[in-house]
């Protein structure tokens, strides 16, 4: 929006180099789906974070990457400010969503990253028609998310049910699991990536609903550079992007316990001998 209205960063930066610009968005502003519109049910499937029991279609999600985010970009841009009052320079902060539900995911669901199995599959139940994880011809889930009026539209005219629109009261209102069911069979009548197209073109909230396992392979997933692989196996990236932190190192943990203990203390100024005392009394 800011970019659109002319007041984004890059418009900014030059005016204004201690400018520190936080963006939140669904995807990010990189990445094949950074475009495309989204609820946290999309954000979500994408993420991975939606894949536990597939086979029942009973889960609720909490808005893990409306909130996620918001977390992840105030200390980004706490961080940020601290930086700028020491370097004078400001930077952009790219939040996506996603990514940030994937960061809240993984720690919980690493181990099953690349596995075969199918167990423990479950997808979401559907509190609201249009809203929440539905199947395909393939098997394959996708998420909607049209709630808002003109996604509703959208998505009646691309599963050719705009008789929907005309009916009063609405459906969504009146016959919720009747409506439901009519949107599972529609659904069903195609693949996912023909019906993501569609959406994509109808600019309705829709996504891929990733099981665990498949995020590495999702092309959103892939344009973030947010996985990497060290000896300790899958890890992931701070998941928000900075302009100013491009060639810092990120692929490294976090410290073990102790492990600057001694570095902290002698700049504190305790000399050796106190710290070594210190350390065979078991002080430290």
Same mark, same amino acid.
């Given at each position: 929006m800011m970019e659109r209205l002319g007041m984004g960063y890059d418009a900014l930066k030059?005016?204004?180099?201690? *400018? &520190?610009?936080?963006?939140?968005?669904?995807?990010?502003q990189t990445g094949p789906y950074r475009d495309w519109p989204?609820?946290?049910a999309n954000y979500m499937g994408v993420a991975g974070a939606l894949d536990n029991g597939l086979k029942t279609g009973e889960t609720n999600p909490l808005p893990v990457a409306d909130e996620s985010s918001a977390l992840f970009a105030a200390l980004s841009i706490v961080s940020a &400010? =601290?930086?700028?009052?020491?370097t004078g320079k400001g930077g952009r902060i790219d939040v996506s969503m996603t990514d940030s539900a994937a960061a809240i995911a993984l720690p919980m669901r690493a181990a099953q990253v690349g596995a075969n199995d199918e167990k423990g599959q479950t997808a979401q139940a559907h509190t609201?028609?249009? =809203?929440? %994880?539905y199947q395909c011809e393939d098997d394959k889930w996708l998420t909607l998310g049209a709630i808002e009026p003109q996604f509703w539209k959208s998505l009646c005219e691309v599963i050719g049910h705009e008789d929907w629109l005309t009916q009063n009261p609405d459906p969504r209102e009146s016959n919720p699991e009747r409506t439901h069911a009519d949107i599972k069979k529609a659904l069903r009548t195609k693949r996912r990536d023909d019906w993501i197209h569609q959406f #994509?073109? %109808?600019d309705v909230p829709a996504a891929p609903l990733n099981q665990t396992r498949d995020i590495l392979d999702d092309p959103q997933m892939q344009a973030r550079h947010r996985f990497?692989?060290?000896?300790?196996?899958l890890q992931m990236r701070y998941p928000v992007l900075m302009s100013f932190n491009e060639n810092t190192p990120s692929n490294t943990q976090a410290p073990v316990q102790g492990q600057?203990? *001694? #570095?902290? *203390?002698?700049?504190?100024g305790i000399d050796d001998e106190t710290l070594q005392n210190a *350390?065979?009394?078991?002080?430290?």
């Open positions: 030059s005016d204004f180099p201690q *400018l &520190v610009f936080c963006s939140i968005s669904g995807f990010g989204g609820h946290d &400010v =601290y930086r700028c009052q020491k609201m028609p249009g =809203y929440g %994880a #994509e073109q %109808a990497f692989r060290d000896p300790n196996g600057h203990t *001694l #570095e902290v *203390l002698r700049r504190a *350390l065979q009394s078991g002080v430290i």
